[in-house]
């Protein structure tokens, strides 16, 4: 039994299949597809037990049986490639096959027989090491285990795969990959960047800029220095979403927006209570180094903390059907930037800014905050 669950595992035609059947047709139609195919293949081990001799001189029809599996398989994928060409169709053209699905996984492991050469060297050791006896109730145990072995591996592909398209459906968010290069910049390009940040000013005259430090090696001390310097000196608001690596090199900007694990590692605080009074001090000891003017510190589903002079309060999340929370940092500070540069309203900022990141919460990926809903829900919860 164990033998035949780990044979089951890796990726093959009749577990991938089975899963195909699982999310299109019902798991009903899977297992009865899995239990075709190894009840096949309980009797190929049949077989092979009772005439492992004569099997292993059959190489010709073992070659011939090869390619035939060949062609199943392609046939599988060109199938799968036209379904998803074609998704108005949305069956696959070989599993959405009439046959009975019982039917269908007998005749797709009787030409696929893959579990032969792998059966028969199992057999061959088993016997070799005595442990399979060439005895009638030998074979019947064996088989038995073999099949139980068999449809518990194929549950997991049916079960897991409907599992994982359920969450799909449900627009959740099941893995995120990335690949980066982080090393800091060279002078020389720092000195580049803050020559086309000079033009850009020059040219655009922005209200507000946004630092938002992801740890890649383009925010380096140096140019945080830098840009904070000239945004002082032409009267442009500052924002900073921050990581750890710089996280106090931040001085004197006017906005500094940390998760609330990220506020904790800076500061080397271990309470994980969050409670007025605890962000309030969180506040103090930030703007002790930084002197900064406003914290606008998010507090994932207990909603953001802001504080500017004494002015300050927690503003709780509404209620939403979370889908991702990539980008919602981002989200947070693009908006609360945009709204305290027209309305120099902390509490407003704070308000408007947690709506926003709440919505983009409820998107798969990483989007755009669309403008009129995020209007929409501002009258709604706000007035």
């Keep these: 039994m164990l033998i035949s669950f780990l044979g089951s595992l890796p990726l093959a035609t009749m577990n991938v299949a089975a899963v195909q059947i699982s999310i299109s047709e019902g798991i009903t139609s899977a297992l009865l597809f899995s239990l075709g195919s190894l009840t096949v293949e309980m009797i190929y081990v049949r077989i092979s037990v009772v005439a492992i001799t004569w099997i292993q001189k059959q190489k010709k029809l073992f070659r011939i049986l090869e390619y035939v599996t060949l062609l199943i398989v392609l046939a599988l994928a060109a199938s799968s490639f036209y379904a998803a060409m074609h ?51 030998n074979y019947n145990a064996y088989i038995a285990g073999i099949g139980i072995g068999t449809l518990i591996g194929n549950c997991l592909f049916i079960f897991g795969g409907m599992l994982i398209a359920n969450s799909i459906s449900r627009n959740q968010h099941m893995m995120r990959l990335d690949a980066e290069v982080s090393e800091d910049l060279l002078t020389e390009d720092e000195d580049r960047l803050l020559y086309a940040f000079e033009n850009y000013i020059a040219a655009e005259d922005p209200d507000v800029i946004i630092l938002e430090d992801y740890n890649k090696g383009v925010l380096t001390q140096s140019v945080i220095k830098r840009i904070i310097s000239l945004c002082k000196k032409h ?22 927006k940390p998760n609330f694990k990220e506020i904790k590692d800076g500061l080397n605080i ?110 709604k919860l706000l007035t």
């Design 235 to 256: 009267k442009i608001l500052t924002a900073v979403d921050p990581k750890r690596k710089n996280f106090f090199a931040y001085e004197s900007v006017d906005i500094f």
């Design 87 to 137: 998704p108005e169709e949305q069956k696959n053209v070989v599993l959405s096959s009439t046959l009975p699905k019982f039917l269908l996984g007998a005749a797709m492991c009787a030409v696929s027989p893959g579990q032969i050469p792998f059966w028969l060297g199992w057999s061959t050791v088993l016997f070799t090491k005595k442990i399979l006896l060439p005895r009638n109730d």
């Design 270 to 379: 271990l309470t994980d209570d969050v409670n007025l009074h605890v962000l309030q001090d969180m506040h103090l000891l930030l703007q002790d180094k930084l002197k900064h003017r406003i914290s606008l510190i998010t507090l994932s589903a207990k909603g953001v903390f802001f504080q500017q002079d004494n002015d300050a309060a927690i503003i709780p999340t509404h209620i939403r059907s979370i889908a991702d929370v990539s980008g919602a940092g981002d989200t947070v500070i693009a908006v609360a930037s945009l709204v305290f540069a027209v309305t120099a309203d902390a509490k407003i900022m704070a308000e408007i800014a947690n709506i926003a990141g709440g919505l983009v919460c409820e998107e798969v990926g990483t989007v755009a905050i669309d403008k009129e809903k995020l209007i929409e829900e501002c009258r």
